[in-house]
């Protein structure tokens, strides 16, 4: 009778399958964790400290100066992980910056560039008013020439920036400039020329107001303004004028009157 080899337990015969798996496993479980660390290692030393902050562009020394006090009031910090989107819409909050934007470069820099608002009148005699409205307090004097004084109620910069520059652009074509641009707290608009005139708008229909002023300056004011005191286009087809000499007080000067020569 032959003899059968003896039977191993199935546990025992299954044991070299699982200790390959094990191994398999903790062989994975070390190269992830070196690779783990690796890349920690790596992007610390990528994660160099922000040690330079180039301010870039035409600003004054007091523009740099305050660019970079911001700055580093989250310094220090890694260049990778500076939050540069918190830092330039921090930037842009400043009255003074009309955009900017900032990009690292490697290893410890980061790079700043900021344009500054641009002035075109004053604002309550206390402040600045840039083209879009803005209210600016400089941090410097930028200021090239005289600049006209806009005043208003609270809020109201914005929109009086808008009917200043509509005014400009009609003067422009008599060489005329302003001087002062006031809107009371019932929104009347008064102009002061250069030269003293006044012209009263009012508060309604100032662009057909505008377009009256406009005439009367063609047809009839434009050799005459030395002895204009005021222009007063608050009338539906027409202007009054006051004469500084005051012998002929107040004309009015309706537009049909103008195209046919009967104005003063």
């Given at each position: 009778?032959?003899?059968?080899?003896?039977?191993?337990?199935?546990?025992?015969?299954?044991?070299?399958?699982?200790?390959?798996?094990l191994l398999g496993r903790?062989?994975?479980?070390?190269?992830?964790?070196?690779?783990?660390?690796?890349?920690?290692?790596?992007?610390?030393?990528?994660?160099?400290?922000?040690?330079?902050?180039?301010?870039?562009?035409?600003?004054?020394?007091?523009g740099q100066a305050r660019?970079?006090?911001?700055?580093?009031?989250?310094?220090?910090?890694?260049?990778?992980?500076?939050?540069?989107?918190?830092?330039?819409?921090?930037?842009?909050?400043?009255?003074?910056?009309?955009?900017?934007?900032?990009?690292?470069?490697?290893?410890?820099?980061?790079?700043?560039?900021?344009?500054?608002?641009?002035?075109?009148?004053?604002?309550?005699?206390?402040?600045?008013?840039?083209?879009?409205?803005?209210?600016?307090?400089?941090?410097?004097?930028?200021?090239?020439?005289?600049?006209?004084?806009?005043?208003?109620?609270?809020?109201?910069?914005?929109?009086?920036?808008?009917?200043?520059?509509?005014?400009?652009?009609?003067?422009?074509?008599?060489?005329?400039?302003?001087?002062?641009?006031?809107?009371?707290?019932?929104?009347?608009?008064?102009?002061?020329?250069?030269?003293?005139?006044r012209l009263r708008l009012?508060?309604?229909?100032?662009?057909?107001?505008?377009?009256?002023?406009?005439?009367?300056?063609?047809?009839?004011?434009?050799?005459?303004?030395?002895?204009?005191?005021?222009?007063?286009?608050?009338?539906?087809?027409?202007?009054?004028?006051?004469?500084?000499?005051?012998?002929?007080?107040?004309?009015?000067?309706?537009?049909?009157?103008?195209?046919?020569?009967?104005?003063?």
């Amino acid at each position: 009778m032959a003899l059968s080899s003896p039977r191993r337990p199935q546990g025992v015969r299954a044991q070299p399958g699982r200790v390959r798996r094990l191994l398999g496993r903790l062989l994975a479980l070390t190269l992830l964790l070196a690779l783990a660390v690796g890349g920690q290692a790596l992007f610390a030393a990528l994660n160099a400290p922000v040690e330079v902050v180039r301010v870039e562009g035409s600003l004054p020394e007091a523009g740099q100066a305050r660019i970079r006090a911001l700055i580093g009031e989250v310094l220090p910090a890694g260049v990778l992980t500076l939050d540069v989107v918190a830092l330039q819409a921090r930037l842009a909050e400043e009255s003074w910056v009309a955009s900017a934007s900032l990009r690292r470069a490697w290893p410890d820099t980061l790079r700043v560039q900021v344009t500054p608002e641009v002035p075109v009148a004053r604002w309550r005699d206390e402040a600045l008013l840039s083209n879009r409205g803005r209210i600016i307090d400089p941090l410097w004097d930028n200021v090239e020439g005289l600049l006209p004084s806009l005043a208003g109620p609270e809020g109201s910069a914005p929109q009086l920036m808008a009917t200043y520059l509509r005014i400009a652009e009609m003067l422009k074509s008599h060489q005329l400039t302003v001087q002062r641009l006031e809107e009371s707290a019932a929104g009347d608009i008064e102009v002061t020329l250069k030269g003293g005139v006044r012209l009263r708008l009012g508060t309604d229909a100032q662009v057909a107001r505008l377009r009256r002023v406009d005439a009367v300056l063609t047809a009839a004011l434009g050799t005459q303004l030395d002895r204009v005191d005021s222009i007063d286009a608050r009338y539906d087809n027409g202007v009054a004028v006051a004469w500084r000499d005051g012998t002929a007080g107040a004309q009015v000067l309706a537009l049909r009157d103008l195209t046919s020569g009967k104005g003063r």
